[in-house]
């Protein structure tokens, strides 16, 4: 089991999205709000040095918000699943199998952040028919 805390108001990346026009051609990029939270959460995990986890897992995410304000859980839940393979904690966020327990908690305006817990999947996963 691993267990990592990224510090910080959790920001979603789909609902963080600004279009912009490069020679005439829209272009799609985050926001400066989400690309500075995903600086800040990438810099928090390289704390936490241990081997990516190649196989299934599940993953368990508490989040603390500043403020009232609430966000869209699925859309925390992919910016986190993408960070954490981005920051090479998980080989890829299609081998998270389950986010059961992840939640959001309420406020700490002192000390938003979001509390990850991963454990790696042991048994056997039945292949889809």
Do not use: F
């Not at 918000?65 to 960070?83: C, G, V, Y």
Request: hydrophobic residues 40%; proline residues 5%; charged residues 25%.
């Amino acid at each position: 089991m691993r267990q990592l805390l990224i510090s910080g108001q959790p920001i979603t990346k789909k609902n963080s999205q600004v279009i912009s026009c490069i020679n005439g051609y829209p272009l799609v990029n985050q926001s400066k709000a989400y690309r500075a939270y995903e600086k800040m959460a990438l810099k928090a995990l390289l704390a936490y040095p241990e081997q990516t986890i190649v196989g299934p897992v599940t993953v368990r995410v508490h989040y603390w918000l500043k403020d009232r304000r609430r966000p869209d859980l699925t859309n925390l839940l992919q910016a986190t699943a993408d960070i954490l393979e981005k920051a090479k904690v998980i080989a890829n966020d299609r081998n998270i199998v389950s986010w059961d327990g992840s939640r959001i908690m309420g406020v700490s305006r002192q000390n938003p952040r979001a509390e990850i817990m991963i454990r790696p999947v042991c048994q056997r996963i039945e292949r889809w028919i």
